[in-house]
């Protein structure tokens, strides 16, 4: 990241602090020392790079400049040549965070030259997900990837990574893009809404023109203008039964990203994009599938929150390093057992998390989510790991779903359900040999919503439809 930040932009701030605290500019050879300090180089070297005498820089420009920046950069910490680095990079990034975060309070401004849209998640404490970010900036600034989709379970850090992302390219290329907008969709929302949203961001003519015509608008002006569109939440106005819907969303990827631009849309969603867009044709995207925090990453959050032991590595894998549902159980722990993970794993409760029930709320209870016989899987694997906490193999489970259901099964339609459910992160897989059967099974939480079925979505809904080979 610090190769990638902008001296001159470093310059510019530090030197509006420098004009506050002393009512004076930077000089020419304090300019020079600050930037040959900046790039690693001695007094020898910025004397033959400035014209300066290398006596002249080390004690009559830079021991009083170490001082000033001490009083005006230092924060009780003291700058010196080797130290200064770091200090600036803190300042930078403190001067965009004050930025986003003024951005937020009021929707939209400009953070350097680039205007914003929208509300960003406010990013806090952020645990792991280098590598994650690492590839995204990998994908988006060198290959050019005009759409990536990020999916996930609910409360797994899909919005919050996609911030970081952004908090981070501002940081290390300000001007990189001319508009970053960030839509966050809700169950009200459509992707009408979207474009109309867009137009008016762009501040486009759009007239009396059809839905393909705004599309080829909005197509138009991210392909002269660099721009990076977020869409958060894509699987609320997600209906995967509705032709129509998909037939729309299809038409709107298609539409932004057929032809090659600088600019990037991303999606986060629940529901993997290729099912909510995909009936005629095929458009070119990235997909992420973002998983829990690795365990290091979890167990620095646990730390930080008060708990310790070795029972953290069991709580991680209890909950599979989600950290909305870690942050949910530490809490409780915490209030309610002493900060004792031991304590609490005695009763052998599984606490379910908000984002995480009410992503299953939706899954069973709303239309165009989980059909019936996808229901009746998950159903299934519940009750039998209750049993015994071993995987399910495949062949199990097909006589076992036979066996509960009373009627012949469609192998080809049990192996589509099974890939939509894993896909979508709603069961897991066991594969250890190439030759070996495929066994499933259930996080933890997914299994104690479908057992404990808090609002009557799971067994009510599913027991009303009857299967049929139709069913998706």
């Known amino acids: 990241m610090d190769s990638d930040v902008n001296l001159d932009k470093v310059l510019e701030i530090l030197e509006e602090?420098?004009?506050?605290?002393?009512?004076?500019?930077?000089?020419?050879?304090?300019?020079?020392?600050?930037k040959g300090s900046w790039n690693g180089k001695d007094y020898k070297e910025i004397a033959r790079d400035s014209g300066y005498t290398m006596q002249y820089l080390q004690a009559g420009v830079g021991s009083p400049l170490w001082t000033m920046l001490s009083k005006v950069i230092g924060e009780g910490v003291q700058v010196k040549k080797l130290t200064l680095k770091p200090i600036l990079l803190k300042v930078v990034k403190k001067d965009y965070l004050k930025k986003l975060k003024a951005l937020?309070?009021?929707?939209?401004?400009?953070?350097?030259?680039?205007?914003?849209?929208?509300?960003?998640?406010?990013?806090?404490?952020?645990?792991?997900r280098e590598k994650d970010i690492k590839d995204l900036k990998y994908q988006i600034n060198v290959l050019k990837q005009t759409?990536?989709?990020?999916?996930?379970?609910?409360?797994?850090?899909?919005?919050?990574l996609i911030a970081k992302l952004i908090e981070e390219m501002l940081l290390e290329k300000p001007d990189t893009y001319e508009y970053i907008i960030w839509n966050t969709l809700t169950r009200y929302s459509s992707v009408d809404e979207i474009v109309a949203k867009l137009i008016k961001n762009f501040?486009?003519?759009?007239?009396?023109?059809?839905?393909?015509?705004?599309?080829?608008?909005?197509?138009?002006?991210?392909?002269?203008?660099?721009?990076?569109?977020?869409?958060?939440?894509?699987?609320?106005?997600?209906n995967v039964k509705n032709f129509e819907q998909k037939l729309e969303s299809e038409d709107f990827f298609i539409g932004l990203t057929r032809e090659p631009h600088q600019s990037c849309i991303i999606v986060t969603s629940q529901?993997?994009?290729?099912?909510?867009?995909?009936?005629?044709?095929?458009?070119?995207?990235?997909?992420?599938?973002?998983?829990?925090?690795?365990?290091?990453?979890?167990?620095?959050?646990?730390?930080?929150?008060?708990?310790?032991?070795?029972?953290?590595?069991?709580?991680v894998e209890t909950y599979r390093g989600n950290p909305s549902e870690l942050e949910v159980v530490t809490d409780r722990i915490n209030r309610f057992f002493g900060g004792s993970i031991k304590n609490f794993f005695k009763y052998k409760s599984t606490v379910i998390g908000p984002r995480l029930q009410a992503m299953l709320n939706q899954q069973f209870g709303q239309a165009g989510f989980l059909n019936n016989l996808q229901k009746q899987i998950m159903i299934y694997l519940a009750e039998e790991i209750s049993?015994?906490?071993?995987?399910?193999?495949?062949?199990?489970?097909?006589d076992g779903l036979k066996e509960r259901l009373n009627l012949e099964l469609s192998i080809s339609e049990l192996i589509m359900a099974l890939e939509v459910l894993e896909q979508r992160s709603l069961v897991e897989t066991s594969?250890?040999?190439?030759?070996?059967?495929?066994?499933?099974?259930?996080?933890?939480?997914?299994k104690k919503y479908i057992l404990a079925d808090p609002l009557g979505l799971v067994y009510e809904q599913s027991s009303k439809t009857k299967i049929s080979n139709s069913s998706y």
Do not use: W
């Open 104 to 128: 937020n309070q009021n929707d939209d401004g400009l953070v350097g030259k680039t205007i914003m849209y929208g509300e960003l998640p406010k990013v806090g404490l952020f645990y792991g």
């Open 431 to 446: 594969k250890k040999f190439t030759k070996q059967e495929a066994s499933y099974s259930l996080e933890p939480v997914v």
């Open 17 to 34: 602090r420098v004009l506050q605290y002393t009512g004076r500019y930077l000089t020419e050879a304090e300019i020079a020392v600050i």
């Open 387 to 398: 049993k015994d906490s071993s995987f399910i193999p495949f062949s199990k489970l097909v």
């Open 271 to 315: 529901v993997p994009l290729e099912e909510i867009t995909y009936v005629t044709k095929k458009f070119s995207f990235l997909s992420l599938r973002l998983e829990g925090l690795d365990e290091r990453s979890a167990i620095e959050m646990l730390y930080e929150k008060g708990l310790s032991g070795e029972e953290c590595k069991e709580l």
């Open 147 to 160: 759409c990536i989709a990020i999916t996930g379970v609910g409360g797994v850090g899909k919005s919050l």
């Open 203 to 238: 501040n486009l003519n759009d007239g009396n023109k059809n839905f393909n015509e705004k599309i080829s608008l909005l197509s138009n002006h991210i392909n002269t203008h660099r721009c990076l569109i977020v869409l958060d939440g894509f699987e609320n106005i997600a």
